[in-house]
């Protein structure tokens, strides 16, 4: 089965412009949730979804970014206009629900962003 | 409110050493307590987890006991090997997310 996959796994961009990350859920998992990691503040929740509907967005750090989830399948987070202090680690991860939740969290490769 | 609280790392050891990574956990009720392990160029991944007190987790020589009284996790193994390098991260899973610590790095050379 595929796991959650990420794209791009790299990023290089100038500051002030727009940065799109990709993420797709293993199929079936009702959670979706992005994650910022950074050397000083580690592993940061940004948002989460549940059944495409964002639930708790209370860690984006600023109007700058925005997260949509137009399908089960598919969620982007974005970057409008980046600034240096952006570059991180980005992860997209899934979870289900229901009976079948253990409440592990399955995470994707990650897409590493660099602002210059 | 919630929080987890890792040591600081970089952990170096050799192989076949005892490793201990502590973690303690500020939490409302009765979390769930996972460790995650991150390897170089990948995503984290599950280790092991506990879901109530006194429960240990364990999986593949990694063991980690929740102990409500001392809010702890500490994860331990008895004899490292050069491929358990990696970043293990401690989580807590007080509602629908994990709040993880900061993560702490180990390496261990042959």
């Known amino acids: 089965d595929a796991g959650v996959i990420q794209s791009p796994r790299h990023e290089v961009t100038e500051m002030g412009q727009e940065v799109t990350l990709r993420c797709k859920p293993i199929?079936?998992?009702?959670?979706l949730f992005w994650y910022r990691q950074t050397m000083m503040r580690g592993l940061e929740l940004l948002i989460y979804?549940?059944?495409?509907?964002?639930?708790?967005d209370s860690g984006m750090p600023e109007d700058r970014f925005s997260a949509k989830m137009p399908n089960a399948s598919f969620s982007t987070l974005k970057i409008q206009p980046s600034e240096p202090r952006d570059s991180a680690v980005y992860f997209c991860?899934?979870?289900?629900?229901?009976?079948?939740?253990?409440?592990?969290?399955?995470f994707g490769e990650g897409s590493r962003l660099t602002v210059l | 409110g919630n929080s987890v609280t890792q040591m600081e790392g970089p952990v170096t050891l050799s192989e076949e050493a005892f490793l201990t990574i502590n973690c303690t956990y500020t939490a409302t009720g009765y979390p769930s307590l996972f460790w995650y392990v991150q390897y170089p160029g990948e995503g984290l991944q599950l280790l092991l987890k506990a879901t109530k007190a006194d429960d240990k987790g364990s999986n593949k020589g990694f063991e980690a006991t929740y102990r409500k009284e001392t809010t702890s996790f500490h994860l331990e193994k008895g004899s490292v090997q050069v491929s358990d390098s990696a970043v293990y991260f401690c989580a807590l899973k007080p509602g629908t997310a994990l709040i993880f610590g900061k993560g702490t790095t180990l390496s261990v050379s042959s």
């Open positions: 979804f549940n059944n495409n509907v964002p639930i708790d």
């Open positions: 991860a899934s979870r289900p629900s229901g009976a079948v939740d253990t409440g592990e969290l399955f």
């Open positions: 199929s079936g998992h009702d959670y």
